[in-house]
């Protein structure tokens, strides 16, 4: 390198930039590299596309190695994109399509959005036979006709932000294998009932923003395929019952800010793969139990802006593996219930913002994987319902969970919630008096005491040994953990309606029984609670002893008293038995008090029975007699129907084989009248052909000898004429006085401005008519070879090309006769026209199938003009 000098260096790159860059640019710009082009006029090239603004089409040629085609208010039609694959043609103000594109056959994506679109027409994109999707949005379409998707088979179409209101029944029906579907931000109010029958491929339907009042159970019954369903912002005031039952396969699903105010258990039956659902904006004041059993992979749930005033703790059942929460803004919602994420625990991202909740549910501590906690805007009570949270939160931390700022209430300081939390002085439940054991008499009243020492003050549970249950809290404001209860219930949660009561609760928390019988005798559990802490202790109630000795000796007197007098009963009801027995008082009283005698009824009795058996003897022997003839009678009428239908089979099959003859017979002289008939036909159709023919033959031979004829008086006329003219014209200069010539001579006349003629003009006139009137005259030798070969071919019809040809050009230039392709078809010529005399303004035209053009004589005309004109002005 350092013997080679500078310049000898500079002069190996060149050479090599000539022997190897060079032709690699020219042969790159030969197989479609843009870049190196010049593009037309506001536009540039990009790779294979090719992007335009504020233009118009004018001039714009799209280079044929452009795939991509990019116009923004480019404004004009008829635009080639014969190699066009996509065109984005948008802010343009097109109004229609029909001439906008020229050859769109391989034009796959085509983008019309953001332009005047107004209306559509049956067919439109007929000639779009490669296009794969179509995105015509934010227009201003009206009107969908029936078929103006006829021959499309897109697999995307977006219709968004159009004015649509209502749709023609199926009429995407020809895109059986479209994808995806954007109907939203329009006017649409229904969909009917399998309106996408054949569209069972869709996955990605929207809906949103439309008006859409009802949808009936099976609008939808038919979308398998359906994965992303948005539905929002519409007017459903209730979802029909089984209207997702079919959406198998539905993972997105999107219902917020519709006037739902009721979800039925079942709404969501058959969603088993939904994995993201937003159910906000409606009204609903409570989640149904077991609306989302039925959803058991959904992982994000969002409710915003309901009127939800609770959640209570089975209503998340069903959706473990739920990650990701979204409660937030429910101006109504006061409670998330204690045990409400113990069904979700696996939730990664929990957010109850800004609602009007007073303290978190306790189970917040169980989700071990959340990451990201937002409790912001709520108006949190900070007291000691919320005092584990400050440990909880402090942990959270250090595990890197992002939470919002942590404040107690509208008013208090910002993000003080923990520091408030860990100066609260809460203490758990201590029993500091409770009633001891007592023995209480029958009928006696009984005050049962437990006294605690905790802050705040526990709710006291007082469960009887009837298992009836008694709650107390000290402080209605603040509710306690069994608020949802009622006052006094049974082990069954059923109120006790007792008026006026004999078990309630004291003011203070004591529990009074008014009135004590044996069975409030036993153990009573006082359960005392509060948000640090439980506690539980027993007081028991016992009856006095003597109350009981008494009760024993009372009971011993009364058992002694009635089993003396059931003895004493029932020797008197013997003792009686006996003297009726003894004497035979009821013998002669009643039949069925004697017992060794038959009475006269039992004696009918028997007999009765004894006729009955007879009878049914008599019967059954009968009935076997009447069965065996019956047998025999059907066996011999079976027989009978057997004969009978051989013989009838034998007749039937000697009919059928006359009929066979006969219509052989039928078939022969029907064949022998239609050939016949048939040859007559065709004869008949042969004599009428040959003798239009030979009319239509004669008719024109003689349309054209009437031609011919007036054609020769014509040049016969302007022969005439001609030499009247040239007599005037030579009478006029040999009386032109001889002082004119002279001052011609001197050079005078050239500056009139009035003369016009010209000796020399005079001479040149009559050489032209002379030509003309010599090549007319020729019309008329017999030995010319025009005349020879029309009178060789008398019925030859030339046709357009044997007109073109100059073999067949006639030597009358401007006459021309219509050609005859088919003579069978010619209709009947109408009668030539009256001659008139010499004018050449009538009989110009005639009105024949081979008729004379107007051009006959417009040169003979100019001709007689001018000289005319010469003459005047001489």
């Given at each position: ?48 596309t ?17 795939t ?18 996509q ?29 005047n ?18 995105n015509?949005?934010?227009n201003?379409?009206?009107?969908l ?5 006829s021959n499309?088979?897109?697999s ?14 199926q ?13 939203s ?5 229904t ?29 939808l ?9 948005d ?18 396969n ?13 979800m ?7 969603l ?89 549910p ?17 108006p ?9 949270f ?27 919630m ?5 100066h ?5 439940p201590?029993?500091e ?38 709650h ?50 036993g153990r ?5 609670s509060?948000?640090v ?23 011993l ?17 013997q ?8 004497f ?11 017992r ?17 058996e ?22 011999d ?15 039937q ?27 007559l ?22 349309q ?20 009247y ?14 002082l ?16 016009v ?15 003309k009137?010599e ?17 060789l ?8 090309r044997?007109?073109?040809s ?12 219509n ?23 009538k009989?110009?035209?005639l ?5 004379i ?18 003459e005047?002005?001489?």
């Amino acid at each position: 390198m350092d013997t080679i000098s500078q310049p000898h260096y500079a002069g190996v790159k060149l050479c090599f930039f000539i022997l190897f860059i060079l032709p690699t640019v020219k042969s790159h710009t030969r197989h479609g590299d843009l870049t190196l082009l010049r593009p037309p006029e506001n536009c540039q090239y990009l790779k294979t596309t090719l992007i335009c603004r504020n233009r118009t089409t004018e001039g714009l040629n799209i280079n044929p190695a452009v795939t991509h085609v990019d116009l923004d208010r480019v404004t004009g039609a008829n635009l080639d994109v014969t190699n066009v694959h996509q065109l984005k043609w948008t802010r343009s103000e097109i109004v229609d399509v029909s001439d906008l594109l020229v050859k769109p056959n391989q034009l796959k994506k085509l983008d019309l959005a953001y332009n005047n679109l107004t209306k559509l027409q049956d067919h439109q994109f007929k000639d779009y036979v490669s296009l794969n999707e179509l995105n015509i949005s934010n227009n201003a379409i009206v009107d969908l006709p029936r078929y103006v998707f006829s021959n499309l088979n897109l697999s995307k179409l977006c219709l968004a932000h159009n004015n649509l209101i209502a749709l023609p029944f199926q009429v995407f029906k020809p895109m059986q294998h479209m994808h995806m579907l954007d109907l939203s931000y329009n006017h649409l109010a229904t969909i009917l009932d399998h309106f996408f029958m054949l569209n069972k491929y869709i996955e990605v339907l929207l809906l949103n923003d439309n008006r859409i009042n009802k949808l009936t159970s099976n609008a939808l019954a038919d979308l398998t395929e359906l994965q992303r369903l948005d539905l929002s912002n519409n007017k459903l005031n209730v979802i029909a019952k089984g209207l997702f039952d079919r959406l198998n396969n539905l993972k997105y699903l999107n219902l917020a800010n519709n006037p739902i105010d009721n979800m039925a258990s079942g709404t969501f039956r058959g969603l088993n793969n939904l994995r993201q659902l937003d159910i906000s904006g409606n009204k609903v004041t409570h989640l149904t139990f077991g609306l989302l059993h039925f959803s058991p992979n959904l992982i994000h749930l969002t409710i915003d802006n309901t009127s939800l005033e609770s959640i209570r703790n089975s209503e998340l059942l069903g959706v473990s593996g739920l990650k990701t929460l979204r409660i937030r803004n429910n101006r109504y919602l006061k409670e998330i219930e204690a045990y409400v994420l113990s069904d979700t625990p696996l939730l990664t991202e929990l957010d109850i913002s800004g609602n009007e909740l007073q303290f978190l549910p306790l189970t917040l501590k169980n989700l071990t994987n959340l990451q990201k906690l937002n409790i912001s805007n709520n108006p949190w009570a900070c007291d000691c319902r919320m005092f584990w949270f400050y440990t909880w939160a402090e942990k959270a931390r250090r595990d890197n969970v992002t939470m919002s700022d942590l404040s107690c209430g509208p008013y208090a300081y910002p993000n003080d919630m923990l520091l408030t939390l860990h100066h609260l002085n809460c203490t758990s439940p201590r029993i500091e008096y409770k009633t001891p054991t007592r023995l209480y008499r029958l009928k006696s009243d009984a005050l049962l005491e437990c006294r605690y020492a905790a802050y705040p003050l526990p709710t006291l549970t007082w469960v009887t040994p009837k298992r009836e249950v008694y709650h107390w809290n000290p402080d209605p404001f603040v509710p306690g953990i069994f608020d949802k209860h009622p006052h006094a219930h049974s082990q069954y949660m059923t109120p006790l309606r007792v008026i006026p009561p004999r078990i309630q609760v004291l003011d203070n928390g004591t529990l009074w029984i008014k009135n004590v019988t044996r069975e409030d005798c036993g153990r009573y559990t006082c359960y005392a609670s509060n948000p640090v802490a439980n506690q539980t202790e027993d007081v028991l109630l016992h009856i006095d002893p003597t109350d009981w000795n008494h009760v024993r000796i009372i009971s011993l007197i009364v058992g002694t008293q009635s089993a003396a007098g059931f003895l004493g009963l029932t020797l008197l009801v013997q003792f009686l038995r006996y003297i009726i027995n003894r004497f035979g008082i009821f013998n002669n009283f009643c039949s069925f008090c004697k017992r060794d005698r038959v009475s006269p009824r039992a004696r009918q009795i028997y007999a009765m029975l004894d006729n009955i058996e007879q009878y049914k003897s008599q019967q059954l022997e009968r009935l076997r007699e009447n069965y065996t003839q019956q047998v025999h009678r059907i066996r011999d009428n079976c027989n009978q129907q057997m004969e009978w239908i051989q013989s009838s089979y034998q007749s039937q099959a000697k009919h059928l084989g006359h009929f066979r003859d006969v219509g052989t017979q039928h078939l022969t002289t029907l064949r022998d009248q239609y050939n016949d008939q048939a040859s007559l036909q065709v004869k008949k159709v042969r004599d009428y052909s040959t003798t239009q023919l030979n009319w239509v033959r004669e008719n024109y031979v003689f349309q054209r000898n009437k031609i011919r004829k007036f054609s020769a008086h014509k040049v016969l006329q302007l022969r005439e004429s001609y030499k009247y003219q040239q007599q005037t014209l030579n009478k006029v200069l040999e009386n032109l006085p001889s002082l004119y010539f002279e001052n011609c001579r001197a050079g005078t006349c050239g500056k009139a401005e009035s003369i016009v003629f010209d000796a020399n003009d005079v001479e040149n006139i009559d050489i032209y008519l002379k030509a003309k009137i010599e090549k007319l005259a020729n019309l008329e030798d017999p030995n010319s070879s025009e005349l020879s070969q029309s009178r060789l071919s008398l019925y030859y019809t030339p046709t357009e090309r044997s007109l073109d040809s100059d073999s067949l050009k006639s030597p009358l230039g401007d006459i021309y006769i219509n050609h005859i392709e088919n003579m069978s078809e010619l209709p009947p010529l109408p009668p030539l026209p009256p001659y008139e005399g010499p004018s050449t303004s009538k009989a110009c035209f005639l009105d024949l199938n081979a008729s004379i053009s107007s051009q006959c004589m417009i040169e003979a005309e100019k001709h007689v003009a001018k000289g005319a004109g010469d003459e005047t002005a001489l």
